[in-house]
């Protein structure tokens, strides 16, 4: 199984910067795992924002592009998120994900980590 412990979501003005990163243990080592982050607001359903295969070959969502860069270190085992120009819409709740396949689509991911919250203040 995979083991998946995000960090450094916080409260930031808008305009600011967030690193989070997801630190991930397991059978990571050994699996062609891609990696994601997802968020999540009360209410409404859990949306991928940005996703990354072993290779590193990166997808994002339309409305983070150009803002928020994924990237992974394999021999670390950690993936991160780099977000920059915080809008107050980013505010929600960051999930770190481990599965088979790179998408979007939150079904593909069979692994979850607890997730950290992010506040952008306008």
């Known amino acids: 199984a995979v083991q998946l412990v995000e960090s450094g979501g916080g409260s930031v003005p808008a305009g600011g910067s967030l690193r989070l990163s997801c630190a991930a243990s397991?059978?990571?080592?050994?699996?062609?795992?891609?990696m994601a982050w997802f968020r999540q607001t009360p209410g409404k359903e859990r949306e991928g924002v940005a996703a990354?295969?072993?290779?590193?070959?990166?997808i994002y969502t339309e409305n983070v592009k150009g803002r928020f860069t994924i990237s992974r270190d394999n021999a670390k085992t950690t993936l991160n998120l780099q977000m920059t120009s915080l809008k107050p819409e980013d505010t929600a709740m960051y999930y770190c994900?481990?599965?088979?396949?790179?998408?979007?689509?939150?079904?593909?991911?069979?692994?979850w980590g607890q997730g950290t919250q992010v506040t952008v203040s306008s």
């Open positions: 994900a481990a599965g088979n396949i790179r998408s979007l689509e939150s079904s593909r991911y069979n692994y």
């Open positions: 397991g059978y990571f080592y050994t699996s062609p795992y891609s």
């Open positions: 990354i295969n072993r290779n590193g070959i990166t």
